[in-house]
């Protein structure tokens, strides 16, 4: 059964900075893109980043230039750095990733973590 665990949330003054990690464990023959999403109160879920297993990244225009995704892909692990955290970058952040099964299948499926809270105070 394969996993995503988050880690890295908590309280940040405007401002501030911290650092998100998901680890992908499990029975699995490789892993595609992962990403992190976001979801507010009351809002949808957001993509805010995402990288491909060869270190090609995409970002949503609010965070260019503040956040900074990577991968360990020898450890599974994606992380998120995020500096400069505004009010407006609270929300339960998750991790997803599109996972292959089995070497002898090209097939993805498509996983997510349990999500964890950025709360940022002005």
């Known amino acids: 059964q394969v996993q995503l665990v988050e880690s890295g949330g908590g309280l940040v003054q405007a401002g501030g900075s911290l650092r998100l990690s998901c680890v992908a464990s499990?029975?699995?023959?490789?892993?595609?893109?992962m990403g992190w999403y976001r979801q507010a109160p009351g809002k949808q879920r957001d993509l805010v980043a995402s990288?491909?297993?060869?270190?090609?990244?995409n970002y949503v225009d609010s965070v260019k230039g503040r956040f900074i995704i990577s991968r360990d892909n020898a450890n599974n692990i994606v992380y998120l750095e995020m500096n400069s955290l505004s009010p407006e970058d609270a929300a339960v952040y998750y991790c997803?990733?599109?996972?292959?099964?089995?070497?002898?299948?090209?097939?993805?499926?498509?996983?997510w973590g349990q999500g964890t809270q950025v709360t940022v105070s002005s």
């Open positions: 997803r990733a599109e996972i292959r099964g089995s070497p002898y299948s090209v097939t993805t499926y498509e996983y």
């Open positions: 499990g029975s699995f023959s490789s892993i595609g893109v």
């Open positions: 990288i491909t297993s060869g270190g090609g990244t």
